[in-house]
């Protein structure tokens, strides 16, 4: 029997409204990676500082009142701003944000662009804007886990273990702040990675590139700064502004003794960042070059 | 109420200007979109799907303009693309059942239909495969599955039967037909003559960015000039029956096997055949009709032109 007897079916269902085409894109993106037991173990890892802040409320909050350990407790730093804006930029944390960012992000529009699927599915309806806020928004919520998901564990944990409000009351600024910098920061990671993935076909070439602009344009910094000790230079680098982000939103003191970064300085680098990468992929989906 | 009309589409790709003008309609059935390589077909293509943006011009689906139905137009249809368009790693179900969802099926209504429309091309037996172990015919088949999967009126296929062989190539063909007996319009863009020859009714040829001709099959092959084999007996070996055909202004070229094919313009019929025939000093034996093939109507649309049909 032919293939084509074996009947036709026609759809008579419901359709789910357009505005929420996006959510099986995000839920494709999101998924294949939390099956990967290597991109888990990251995630994990990544958490493991953070797991000194939990220690830290402990020992201040069950231990602070104990005679036998009040000297030792007191000599700890305590959960603030300024601590959790050292957890959210400490080196460690910030080379595995870039390792997720270039896992996750390169492949966001370049391996569909490689696959040739990118004509599939918009050629469904779907717009560019859902498109790319599904791509970007799978990326965000890896981000996030370096951000402001963590700083939230930790003020819960603050507040659990007092039971009382007091201490989030008089450090607001902790969740706020960190918002913020996750808005801004990661976020302005997020455009950067999309622009980048959609100039490419291939997630490896998009890598490299992250790979070239980012760490070399911190080594380069780097050598500049060590020859000529202007922190100005420091403007080119992803890492050092985001450092410098985090202090700015929380309040937190200058993060390196020499810096003489100014907060416009900070929020013009982002702002450049975001604007050009939304160019970009204004540029790329408006006029359907990222389709050829 | 035609199913699709297309009012002076104009694309442009920087300076060049990849369409031009292009203007027809499609009332139903299996439509023939024919073209040298170049010609525009894949780029008509994805302007339908909003893929690439118009210069200017409109079209209507359904008679809705497609400018009033934004995205949602496409939830009315399928497309097909010409390269590969299947993402590695993803099962046949799992990928149509995704498409199915942007289609704005819910979940698992999805998946159901992502099921029903695998067995209908045939896949329902490696459904759970996934994508990258498929041969050609069968990705080909599973690009088709999710093109129907959300139920679409109008079918875009870019070269759907491209690298399958002539058994995958007749089962595409067969589908294509059964989802035309459907109610489904087809618009199958190919530069294989004979899959519109078997599927269309209707061809619309396509050169440099302009529609060349837009008419039914049947309509123009009755139009254009007619093909007849002919055994002439007379003295000598047909000399003289060539020359009258010259005279009459018709082509008679002999062949091995003793017969001439003629190519008598419109207008002329079987009886002026029969008229030289006598004048020449000899009669007509055997007389055969010639079908015009598709092929020829479409070099000699192009020759009209003075085009050069080389990428074909």
Redesign the interface.
Known sequence: MPVYEQGYEVYEGRRNPLGSRWKPLFREEILPYFKKRRFVFLLVLALLPWLYGVALTFLHTQLGDADWAKDLVTKLPVVDEKLVSKLLTNSYDLFLLFIVAIWVGSGLVARDRKDMTLDVFLGRAVTSVQYLWAKGAALGVFLLLFSFLPTLILVIFQVGLTGQAGWLVEHLRVLWGTLLYTAIGPGTLVLFMLALSSMARSPRVVGLAFIALVFFGDMACGVVYAITKVSAVWFFSLSRELTALASLCLGAPPPYASADLHPALVALFFAGLATASAAVLWARFSRRGVLR | MSVLSVHDIWVKYGSTDALRGVTFEVQGGAVGLLGPNGAGKSTLI?AL?????LASGAFDLMGQDSRALG?????R?G?V?E???????TSGVAWVA??G???????R?AVE?AH?VL????LEESRYRNVETFSTGMRQRLKLA?A?V??PALLLLDEPTSGMDPVGRE?ML??C???VK?GKTVLLSTHILKDVEALCAQVVILHRGQVQAGVSVEDWTRSEAQHFLVQWEGEGRGEAFAAACGRAGWSAEPRKDGLFKLVLPAGEGPRSVFRVAREAGGAVNRFVREETSLEELFLSALQKNGESHAGL
């Not at chain 2, 390269?83 to 790693?89: A, I, K, N, Y």
Request: proline content about 10%; cysteine-free.
């Open positions: 994805k799907l909003g893929l690439v943006p995205p949602a137009l496409r939830d249809v497309y693309p390269r590969e368009g299947l993402r590695p790693g995704l498409l969802e942007l289609s704005g099926l819910p979940r209504a239909r029903e067995q209908y091309v045939g999710g129907l959300h139920d089962e067969g589908l037909r059964d989802i459907q």
